[in-house]
Protein backbone atom coordinates (compact mmCIF):
# COMPACT_ATOMS: atom_id res chain seq x y z
CA UNK A 1 0.00 0.00 0.00
CA UNK A 2 0.73 3.91 -0.59
CA UNK A 3 0.72 6.46 2.07
CA UNK A 4 1.50 10.02 1.62
CA UNK A 5 2.49 12.46 4.72
CA UNK A 6 2.73 16.46 4.19
CA UNK A 7 3.80 17.01 7.98
CA UNK A 8 2.92 20.76 7.70
CA UNK A 9 -1.53 21.37 8.22
CA UNK A 10 -0.98 25.38 7.42
CA UNK A 11 2.71 27.59 6.34
CA UNK A 12 2.29 31.42 6.64
CA UNK A 13 4.92 32.93 4.54
CA UNK A 14 5.40 36.86 3.69
CA UNK A 15 5.04 38.09 0.11
CA UNK A 16 8.41 37.68 -1.89
CA UNK A 17 9.80 35.03 0.56
CA UNK A 18 10.94 31.31 -0.19
CA UNK A 19 9.04 28.31 0.52
CA UNK A 20 9.33 24.92 0.91
CA UNK A 21 6.22 22.56 1.40
CA UNK A 22 7.09 19.39 2.77
CA UNK A 23 6.02 15.57 1.46
CA UNK A 24 6.98 11.99 2.26
CA UNK A 25 5.63 8.90 0.94
CA UNK A 26 5.63 5.60 1.47
CA UNK A 27 5.26 2.69 -1.08
CA UNK A 28 6.75 -1.04 -1.37
CA UNK A 29 6.63 -0.84 -5.35
CA UNK A 30 8.06 2.27 -7.79
CA UNK A 31 5.65 5.62 -7.69
CA UNK A 32 4.74 8.29 -9.84
CA UNK A 33 4.80 11.84 -7.62
CA UNK A 34 2.45 14.88 -8.39
CA UNK A 35 1.82 18.20 -6.78
CA UNK A 36 -1.00 19.67 -6.72
CA UNK A 37 -3.18 23.00 -6.11
CA UNK A 38 -6.86 23.70 -4.82
CA UNK A 39 -8.13 27.62 -5.01
CA UNK A 40 -10.56 28.16 -3.01
CA UNK A 41 -13.95 26.16 -4.03
CA UNK A 42 -12.06 24.99 -7.01
CA UNK A 43 -11.19 21.60 -8.29
CA UNK A 44 -7.27 20.20 -8.63
CA UNK A 45 -4.51 21.73 -10.87
CA UNK A 46 -1.45 19.71 -11.64
CA UNK A 47 1.51 22.02 -10.83
CA UNK A 48 4.13 19.25 -11.46
CA UNK A 49 4.83 15.35 -11.35
CA UNK A 50 8.13 13.22 -11.44
CA UNK A 51 8.19 10.51 -13.78
CA UNK A 52 11.48 9.66 -13.95
CA UNK A 53 14.61 11.21 -15.35
CA UNK A 54 15.88 14.11 -13.79
CA UNK A 55 15.30 14.17 -9.95
CA UNK A 56 14.70 18.57 -10.38
CA UNK A 57 11.63 18.56 -12.01
CA UNK A 58 9.87 22.51 -12.61
CA UNK A 59 6.43 22.92 -12.57
CA UNK A 60 4.02 25.67 -13.61
CA UNK A 61 3.70 29.20 -11.94
CA UNK A 62 7.50 29.12 -11.06
CA UNK A 63 7.27 26.29 -8.56
CA UNK A 64 9.70 22.81 -8.18
CA UNK A 65 10.07 19.73 -6.52
CA UNK A 66 12.77 17.31 -6.32
CA UNK A 67 12.54 13.67 -6.03
CA UNK A 68 14.64 11.91 -3.20
CA UNK A 69 14.34 8.15 -3.47
CA UNK A 70 16.67 7.12 -0.20
CA UNK A 71 14.57 9.78 1.87
CA UNK A 72 11.40 9.14 -0.02
CA UNK A 73 10.65 12.51 0.04
CA UNK A 74 9.03 14.80 -2.85
CA UNK A 75 9.50 18.39 -1.11
CA UNK A 76 7.64 21.63 -3.15
CA UNK A 77 9.85 24.89 -3.25
CA UNK A 78 9.23 28.15 -4.93
CA UNK A 79 11.81 31.19 -4.60
CA UNK A 80 9.48 34.21 -4.50
CA UNK A 81 5.58 33.89 -3.66
CA UNK A 82 2.58 36.28 -4.21
CA UNK A 83 -0.50 36.30 -2.65
CA UNK A 84 -2.02 34.52 -5.66
CA UNK A 85 -0.28 31.69 -4.16
CA UNK A 86 -2.14 31.43 -1.28
CA UNK A 87 -4.49 28.41 -2.03
CA UNK A 88 -4.47 24.59 -0.40
CA UNK A 89 -1.40 22.21 -1.87
CA UNK A 90 -1.72 18.30 -2.16
CA UNK A 91 0.87 15.99 -2.66
CA UNK A 92 0.12 12.12 -4.67
CA UNK A 93 1.27 9.62 -5.70
CA UNK A 94 0.39 7.22 -8.29
CA UNK A 95 1.52 3.24 -8.58
CA UNK A 96 3.38 2.54 -12.41
CA UNK A 97 0.73 0.33 -13.74
CA UNK A 98 -2.22 0.61 -15.40
CA UNK A 99 -4.79 2.57 -12.72
CA UNK A 100 -5.19 5.92 -12.50
CA UNK A 101 -5.69 5.89 -8.52
CA UNK A 102 -4.06 8.73 -7.08
CA UNK A 103 -3.44 8.49 -2.90
CA UNK A 104 -2.89 12.35 -1.70
CA UNK A 105 -1.52 13.61 1.37
CA UNK A 106 -3.66 15.77 4.06
CA UNK A 107 -3.08 18.91 2.35
CA UNK A 108 -0.94 21.95 3.82
CA UNK A 109 -2.55 25.61 3.61
CA UNK A 110 -0.10 28.16 2.17
CA UNK A 111 -0.89 31.28 3.51
CA UNK A 112 0.59 34.27 1.98
CA UNK A 113 1.17 37.70 3.91
CA UNK A 114 1.49 40.88 2.40
CA UNK B 1 -9.78 25.15 -17.65
CA UNK B 2 -9.86 21.75 -18.02
CA UNK B 3 -12.54 20.91 -20.19
CA UNK B 4 -14.16 18.68 -17.42
CA UNK B 5 -17.16 19.72 -16.35
CA UNK B 6 -19.72 18.81 -13.25
CA UNK B 7 -23.25 19.45 -12.01
CA UNK B 8 -24.88 20.34 -10.06
CA UNK B 9 -22.09 22.70 -8.49
CA UNK B 10 -23.53 22.32 -5.32
CA UNK B 11 -26.86 20.33 -3.51
CA UNK B 12 -28.31 19.54 0.03
CA UNK B 13 -29.67 16.39 0.25
CA UNK B 14 -31.27 14.38 3.70
CA UNK B 15 -29.95 11.43 5.17
CA UNK B 16 -31.57 7.94 3.67
CA UNK B 17 -32.31 9.96 0.24
CA UNK B 18 -30.55 8.98 -3.03
CA UNK B 19 -27.88 11.35 -5.15
CA UNK B 20 -26.71 11.04 -8.68
CA UNK B 21 -23.67 13.40 -9.46
CA UNK B 22 -22.94 14.28 -13.24
CA UNK B 23 -19.05 14.84 -14.77
CA UNK B 24 -18.79 15.30 -18.10
CA UNK B 25 -15.47 14.87 -19.57
CA UNK B 26 -13.09 15.77 -22.77
CA UNK B 27 -13.85 14.16 -25.94
CA UNK B 28 -11.36 11.18 -26.50
CA UNK B 29 -11.24 10.51 -22.95
CA UNK B 30 -11.81 7.08 -21.84
CA UNK B 31 -11.34 6.91 -18.40
CA UNK B 32 -12.95 8.67 -15.53
CA UNK B 33 -11.88 8.41 -11.78
CA UNK B 34 -14.00 9.97 -8.90
CA UNK B 35 -13.16 11.22 -5.53
CA UNK B 36 -14.35 12.24 -2.09
CA UNK B 37 -12.89 14.86 -0.49
CA UNK B 38 -14.11 15.47 2.89
CA UNK B 39 -13.46 18.99 4.20
CA UNK B 40 -9.79 19.18 5.42
CA UNK B 41 -8.41 16.43 3.88
CA UNK B 42 -7.23 15.33 0.70
CA UNK B 43 -8.96 13.80 -2.36
CA UNK B 44 -10.02 10.00 -1.60
CA UNK B 45 -10.08 7.42 -4.43
CA UNK B 46 -13.26 5.94 -5.27
CA UNK B 47 -13.67 4.48 -8.50
CA UNK B 48 -11.99 4.56 -12.22
CA UNK B 49 -14.15 3.77 -15.09
CA UNK B 50 -12.70 2.61 -18.51
CA UNK B 51 -14.86 2.38 -21.34
CA UNK B 52 -18.06 1.96 -19.46
CA UNK B 53 -16.48 -0.69 -17.02
CA UNK B 54 -14.77 -0.57 -13.23
CA UNK B 55 -11.60 -1.11 -13.06
CA UNK B 56 -11.00 -0.20 -9.64
CA UNK B 57 -12.26 0.70 -6.58
CA UNK B 58 -11.27 2.77 -3.41
CA UNK B 59 -12.30 1.17 0.75
CA UNK B 60 -15.54 2.23 -0.50
CA UNK B 61 -18.89 0.48 0.12
CA UNK B 62 -21.33 -0.60 -2.65
CA UNK B 63 -23.67 2.14 -2.13
CA UNK B 64 -21.19 4.27 -4.09
CA UNK B 65 -22.07 3.01 -7.70
CA UNK B 66 -20.91 4.93 -10.67
CA UNK B 67 -22.11 4.49 -14.44
CA UNK B 68 -20.10 5.50 -17.84
CA UNK B 69 -21.55 7.04 -20.91
CA UNK B 70 -20.51 6.75 -24.45
CA UNK B 71 -20.50 10.00 -24.71
CA UNK B 72 -17.91 10.83 -22.24
CA UNK B 73 -20.45 11.51 -19.47
CA UNK B 74 -20.41 9.67 -16.47
CA UNK B 75 -22.43 9.50 -13.40
CA UNK B 76 -21.51 8.85 -9.23
CA UNK B 77 -24.54 7.54 -7.51
CA UNK B 78 -24.85 7.11 -3.81
CA UNK B 79 -27.29 5.41 -2.11
CA UNK B 80 -29.28 5.74 1.53
CA UNK B 81 -26.98 8.93 2.27
CA UNK B 82 -25.05 9.40 5.16
CA UNK B 83 -24.21 12.17 7.22
CA UNK B 84 -20.45 11.45 6.66
CA UNK B 85 -21.38 11.47 2.74
CA UNK B 86 -20.93 14.83 3.20
CA UNK B 87 -18.04 16.35 0.51
CA UNK B 88 -16.64 17.75 -2.58
CA UNK B 89 -16.82 14.74 -5.07
CA UNK B 90 -14.46 15.51 -7.89
CA UNK B 91 -14.07 13.61 -11.33
CA UNK B 92 -10.97 13.19 -12.95
CA UNK B 93 -10.82 12.55 -16.98
CA UNK B 94 -7.82 10.52 -18.70
CA UNK B 95 -6.95 10.26 -22.42
CA UNK B 96 -5.97 6.22 -21.96
CA UNK B 97 -7.23 3.72 -19.91
CA UNK B 98 -3.37 2.99 -19.00
CA UNK B 99 -2.58 4.83 -16.33
CA UNK B 100 1.36 5.06 -17.24
CA UNK B 101 2.40 8.58 -17.89
CA UNK B 102 -0.98 10.60 -18.69
CA UNK B 103 -1.99 13.13 -16.72
CA UNK B 104 -5.93 13.45 -15.15
CA UNK B 105 -7.97 16.43 -15.79
CA UNK B 106 -10.07 17.53 -12.59
CA UNK B 107 -13.51 19.05 -12.97
CA UNK B 108 -14.33 21.98 -10.42
CA UNK B 109 -16.60 19.03 -8.11
CA UNK B 110 -19.69 19.16 -6.63
CA UNK B 111 -19.97 20.28 -2.84
CA UNK B 112 -23.04 17.90 -1.43
CA UNK B 113 -23.70 18.65 1.91
CA UNK B 114 -26.36 15.56 3.90
CA UNK B 115 -28.51 16.65 6.71
Known amino acids: AQSVTQLDSQVPVFEEAPVELRCNYS??????LFWYVQYPNQGLQLLLK??????LVKGINGFEAEFNKSQTSFHLRKPSVHISDTAEYFC????????????FGSGTRLLVRP | ETGVTQSPTHLIKTRGQQVTLRCSSQ?????VSWYQQALGQGPQFIFQYYREEENGRGNFPPRFSGLQFPNYSSELNVNALELDDSALYLCASSPEGSGGRYEQYFGPGTRLTVT
Open chain 1, 27 to 32: SSVSVY
Open chain 1, 50 to 55: YLSGST
Open chain 1, 92 to 103: AVRKMDSSYKLI
Open chain 2, 27 to 31: SGHNT
